[in-house]
T-cell receptor, first 111, second 113 residues
Framework: GQQVMQIPQYQHVQEGEDFTTYCNSS?????IQWYKQRPGGHPVFLIQ?????EVKKQKRLTFQFGEAKKNSSLHITATQTTDVGTYFC???????????FGGGTRLMVKP | EAQVTQNPRYLITVTGKKLTVTCSQN?????MSWYRQDPGLGLRQIYY???????DKGDVPEGYKVSRKEKRNFPLILESPSPNQTSLYFC????????????FGSGTQLSVL
């Protein structure tokens, strides 16, 4: 399947600090999806990015798709304890039949 | 309520004893898929199905079987489980393929002794 690298693997932050996770691919992506998985839970869809340079916001979360469509980022402003979990990016292969997930970034927030 | 239902939630078994993990969705989704999640490896696709009677291998299909006889059900079968299949399994579905968002079940934690 399509290879996508996600960094960092773990991130500890103090509540109120910002957080960013990155996904990088060596090939051009058709789109990218982001999911959040709370501890003990299942992945939940957050957003899909399709266009080059696209930026989307959901409250304190900002999602970006790179101009070359080879990378993406998720930025959380002023983290809260409710943001704890693992954030995954997922990319579609060229045939459109497989969604490959990044390794995830586990976010821990100290109150 | 729209959902993907997996059963059982937890399963402990022994090597070689056949087992089935059930998955059912009530959203009339065409696409269904199985993933396994292991620490540090993210989610890896086992099998997927684009529609009834259409299934195909994902990245890690060895040791697994699936069937899609009805649109709503997509069971995962381990004919002869081995300890390296100890993992957290998720079923997922989407409407019309992977351009749409995936809905995940609650997961099945499987331990093979």
């Amino acid at each position: 399947g399509q290879q996508v690298m996600q960094i960092p693997q773990y991130q500890h932050v103090q509540e109120g600090e910002d957080f960013t996770t990155y996904c990088n691919s060596s090939t051009t992506l058709s789109n990218i999806q982001w999911y959040k998985q709370r501890p003990g839970g299942h992945p939940v869809f957050l957003i899909q990015l399709v266009k080059s340079g696209e930026v989307k916001k959901q409250k304190r979360l900002t999602f970006q798709f790179g101009e070359a469509k080879k990378n993406s980022s998720l930025h959380i402003t002023a983290t809260q304890t409710t943001d704890v979990g693992t954030y995954f990016c997922a990319v579609l292969n060229n045939a459109g039949n497989m969604l490959t997930f990044g390794g995830g970034t586990r976010l821990m927030v100290k109150p | 309520e729209a959902q993907v239902t997996q059963n059982p939630r937890y399963l402990i078994t022994v090597t070689g004893k056949k087992l089935t993990v059930t998955c059912s969705q009530n959203m009339n989704h065409e696409y269904m898929s199985w993933y396994r999640q292991d620490p540090g490896l993210g989610l890896r696709q086992i099998y997927y199905s684009m529609n009834v009677e259409v299934t195909d291998k994902g990245d890690v299909p060895e040791g697994y079987k699936v069937s899609r006889k009805e649109k709503r059900n997509f069971p995962l079968i381990l004919e002869s489980p081995s300890p390296n299949q100890t993992s957290l399994y998720f079923c997922a579905s989407s409407h019309g393929g992977l351009g749409e968002k995936l809905f995940f079940g609650s997961g099945t934690q499987l331990s093979v002794l």
